[in-house]
């Protein structure tokens, strides 16, 4: 498939997953996110580098997908959920160590019950 650009991709991409995300500026040595208190700063409070080019384009941008929508399409996703529950859906025996899962600390854990506000969970 050719692409015309960037934005193409971005828009079939956001499609595709049903996922989209925000843009924001950030400084060009990843120092800080031009959001929040930094919003309306023009150059980088940490290494004082420019957030702007000479054609007054942001020099560095980051890409952001809200963890809502993701962990919302991760458990719509029946392989993911299989990959999720394979900790306690896998059988083992205590004579032979298969998995990182097999050893001693986390199978007493798999055998004990959380407390939250005094109830068992």
């Known amino acids: 498939m050719t692409?015309?650009?960037?934005?193409?991709?971005n828009k079939i991409l956001e499609h595709i997953s049903e996922l989209s995300f925000e843009v924001y500026d950030c400084?060009?040595?990843?120092?800080?996110?031009?959001?929040?208190?930094?919003?309306?700063t023009t150059s980088c409070p940490i290494?004082?580098?420019?957030?702007?080019?000479?054609?007054?384009?942001?020099?560095?941008r980051f890409r952001y997908i809200p963890i809502?929508?993701?962990?919302?399409?991760?458990?719509?996703?029946?392989?993911?959920?299989?990959l999720l529950l394979h900790r306690v859906?896998?059988?083992?025996s205590?004579?032979?160590?298969?998995?990182?899962?097999?050893?001693?600390?986390?199978r007493q854990m798999l055998n004990s019950h959380v407390e939250i506000d005094g109830e068992k969970q």
């Open 68 to 82: 809502i929508p993701r962990l919302q399409a991760m458990f719509m996703n029946p392989e993911m959920i299989r």
């Open 3 to 9: 692409l015309h650009s960037e934005h193409v991709a």
């Open 94 to 106: 205590p004579e032979v160590i298969e998995d990182v899962l097999d050893g001693g600390i986390l």
């Open 27 to 40: 400084c060009v040595q990843s120092c800080v996110c031009f959001t929040g208190e930094f919003e309306d």
């Open 89 to 92: 859906s896998r059988e083992s």
């Open 47 to 60: 290494c004082d580098k420019p957030r702007y080019d000479l054609r007054k384009k942001a020099r560095n």
